[in-house]
């Protein structure tokens, strides 16, 4: 039996499975840089060089700190909940891919660097089976504007003469999401605050945000009385205000970072609580994007790639006309919709299967 392709049918045919591999090899290499949200980079590992070395043990290492970065990063569970999620074997299993990018010896230590890439699929299915509810790992600037007033003294402490002031941005952690801008030593940001002293709890600070391009901030009053510290902490993150208070007792000259950290967690935990994704919620979504259009389908690829709230996608069928892609969303059609508006990509929801144009 002889069979004869029309010129048209041949390369339609022949740009199909071109593109089928294009998008297998985007879907399985582990070269393509990409922006991951669920990928630890440049972690340093060091262990001694001697007799016993194990390149095995340095790998077990690195995944097991990196698996430990990304669950602070990305949940509010405290060290001894971390601990106890440790298992070698599971944190394997999650690791997508890694790479060594570097590695050195210095005086018998052997010292690595690391990226590690965990499959976000398989990370929700773990954390789901713990019933815990994983937040979007989403990086966040903001003001802080922090002041200290010694009741005793019956001064209010501004800016550089401010501990917390000085020593805010001295403390960070490698899985913290908040970075934080300190406001200038502007007289005239110290004279609105001295003018507002005595109502300074309910006093808005709005002369000094508005300085500054930032919508987010933090108010942080501190009163000091002896060896007792009470706060409070006026937080606008996203539009949600959060008022909370805290105390803390000065036991030794080490009290300024030890709070700091503490309320720096605190304001992570707010944020991250913001941003939780509800992994119980499997919406399926279908969309449908011209097959000719290759570069639309590149765009679309991406997007998935990198919306967190996509569980996962993939390509379930395609033909000279059209490729059929199926999502699963842990969110709200709604939030789907609003997410495409903000990628530049038109999203047509008139059909039961949506279309990207």
Not at 5 to 12: D, I, P, R, T, V
Not at 98 to 103: C, G, Q, R, T, V
């Amino acid at each position: 039996m002889l069979v004869i392709l029309k010129k048209k049918n041949f390369y339609n045919s022949f740009y199909i499975l071109f593109f089928l591999l294009i998008i297998i090899f985007n879907k399985f290499s582990t070269t393509e840089v990409k922006a991951n949200s669920y990928k630890i980079e440049n972690l340093q590992i060091s262990k001694p060089y001697n007799n016993n070395f194990d390149k095995k043990i340095v790998i077990d290492s690195a995944f097991t700190k990196a698996f430990e970065i990304l669950i602070y990063r990305i949940t509010t569970l405290d060290n001894k909940e971390v601990k106890k999620l440790i298992n070698l074997k599971k944190i394997y299993e999650l690791v997508e891919s890694f790479s060594i990018i570097d590695e050195k010896f210095i005086n018998s230590q052997y010292i690595s660097n690391f990226n590690v890439e965990f499959n976000k699929k398989n990370l929700f299915n773990f954390l789901e089976k713990k019933n815990i509810f994983p937040s979007i790992p989403k990086e966040k600037t903001l003001l802080l504007i922090p002041i200290l007033i010694n009741i005793d003294d019956k001064q209010a402490l501004l800016f550089s003469e401010n501990l917390f002031y000085k020593n805010w941005n001295k403390f960070e952690e490698n899985y913290f999401l908040l970075k934080y801008i300190l406001p200038n030593e502007d007289i005239e940001d110290i004279n609105f605050i001295k003018k507002n002293i005595n109502n300074i709890e309910e006093y808005n600070f709005k002369e000094i945000i508005s300085k500054y391009a930032i919508e987010d901030y933090i108010i942080l009053i501190l009163f000091q009385k002896k060896n007792k510290i009470k706060i409070l902490s006026k937080t606008n993150l996203n539009n949600n205000l959060i008022i909370t208070n805290k105390s803390f007792e000065i036991q030794d000259t080490e009290y300024i970072e030890k709070i700091i950290k503490k309320l720096k967690i605190e304001f992570e935990n707010q944020w991250k609580k913001l941003n939780i994704i509800n992994v119980s919620i499997k919406l399926p979504i279908t969309l449908k994007v011209n097959s000719e259009n290759y570069n639309l389908i590149n765009i679309l690829e991406k997007k998935l790639y990198d919306l967190d709230l996509v569980s996962s996608y993939y390509v379930d069928s395609f033909s000279s006309e059209e490729v059929i892609f199926k999502v699963i969303y842990n969110g709200t059609p709604d939030r789907f919709i609003s997410d495409f508006y903000t990628s530049g990509l038109k999203l047509n929801t008139e059909s039961s299967i949506w279309s990207i144009e």
